[in-house]
């Protein structure tokens, strides 16, 4: 048996959507992208949606619409996918890193509380593997000192705390890359509340620019195609059902894994599951396990391996070598991914339960 990590899905509809798109001769930003925006946005319960080429300039527009520049800092978890940090420093300001939870690898917010500074302009918690960050801490920590609140909510499409999707609370970012929930190729969006946010999001996206050759600032092509949201249409159709989907597998994990800690879900949040992540236990060294398992044709990977303030372009960058993050550092070592997307039969879901539990 052979079971991929992630497995994406281009049904006959999004074809016939790309091919319609291609006859209608918009071949880069136009109708589609406006209409994938607000369903999108009306999706998640956001008044706007601004939708990008990929993920990571999402994170870019977000951090240039709130003017987050030289001199600030932003509050990140260093527990994540690179792109939460590159996007910080690539405005040049400065990540400034808090640990996470051990239970659900989200952001602590009493530990993001301990290192504001006076220079300390946002928080962007991750809602990580698709589980929501703590957003009313956040919130009401944001509130009391004065600060911006951003998500990124790349791994977390529909995604809630009771009835409140995420994307709802601070300036949120997500991606359509083609591994996460939902696709559009490479994709991404911006969801906010704000309508001068938005507008400045619009104008970042495309060359600083809201009436045709006037540049109000120094914006950037970040445009999604029409393409791409037309394929986004049509996976979002898709999207609630594969969520159930992922859910059920998730539950189904949680109820038969016996030798590995299976995730933790708090309780009114509704966790997407865009990764099914556990933990081998203290002492079980993880590489022999997820080496077993990968022989065994379980497409198990580790999400992430090295925290970002131990990537090698921070060594020179003054003091992340001396931070000190248990939590981030002890999830590190022990964490790895199942797979627990749609496409999973029952006969794959059995033999990933039979080889976890045989495996540590
Ligand atoms: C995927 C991802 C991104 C970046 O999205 P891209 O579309 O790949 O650019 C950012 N942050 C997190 C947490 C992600 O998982």
């Known amino acids: 048996m052979q079971i991929p990590i992630a497995k994406p899905f281009v049904g006959a509809e999004e074809k016939e959507a ?102 300390t302009k946002a928080i962007m918690p991750v809602h990580l593997y698709g589980q929501p960050a703590e957003m009313p801490a956040f919130e009401a920590l944001c509130q009391k000192h004065g600060l911006v609140l951003l998500e990124d909510s790349a791994q977390a499409h529909l995604a809630a705390i009771g009835e409140r999707h995420v994307g709802t609370w601070g300036t949120a970012s997500f991606s359509f890359y083609p591994t996460k929930n939902m696709t559009t190729t490479e994709g991404g969006m911006v969801l906010t509340n704000d309508d001068e946010i938005a507008r400045k999001l619009r104008m970042i996206r495309a060359q600083g620019m809201n009436t045709q050759y006037y540049h109000e600032v120094v914006g950037y092509n970040f445009r999604m195609t029409d393409m791409a ?32 800690r299976t995730p933790v879900n708090r309780d009114g949040y509704t966790h997407v599951y865009h990764q099914y992540t556990v933990r081998v236990p203290d002492g ?77």
């Open 229 to 260: 949201a037309a394929i986004g249409l049509v996976q979002m159709g898709r999207l609630p059902q594969w969520t159930c989907d992922r859910v059920g597998n998730a539950t189904l994990f949680n109820s038969k894994l016996e030798s590995v």
């Open 18 to 119: 790309v091919v319609q798109v291609l006859t209608s001769g918009t071949l880069t930003s136009g109708p589609k992208v406006v209409e994938f925006e607000k369903a999108f946005a009306a999706q998640h319960g956001a008044k706007h949606g601004v939708a990008t080429s990929n993920g990571t300039t999402a994170l870019m527009a977000a951090m240039m619409a709130h003017g987050i520049g030289p001199g600030d800092e932003v509050i990140i978890p260093s527990f994540s996918f690179f792109a939460t940090a590159s996007c910080v420093l690539s405005v040049g300001a400065r990540p400034v890193f808090a640990d996470i939870y051990p239970d659900t690898f989200n952001m602590n917010p009493a530990a993001a509380e301990a290192v504001i500074t006076p220079r």
């Open 284 to 360: 079980v060294d993880r590489e022999a396990v997820t080496k077993r398992l990968n022989e065994r044709g379980i497409g198990v990977r580790v999400y992430y391996p090295l925290p970002i303030h131990r990537q090698p372009v921070f060594q020179n960058m003054g003091g992340y070598d001396k931070l000190d993050l248990p939590e981030t550092e002890k999830a590190t070592a022990q964490v790895f991914s199942l797979p627990v997307h749609p496409a999973l039969t029952d006969e794959e879901k059995q033999y990933i339960i039979e080889e976890v539990n045989a495996s540590c």
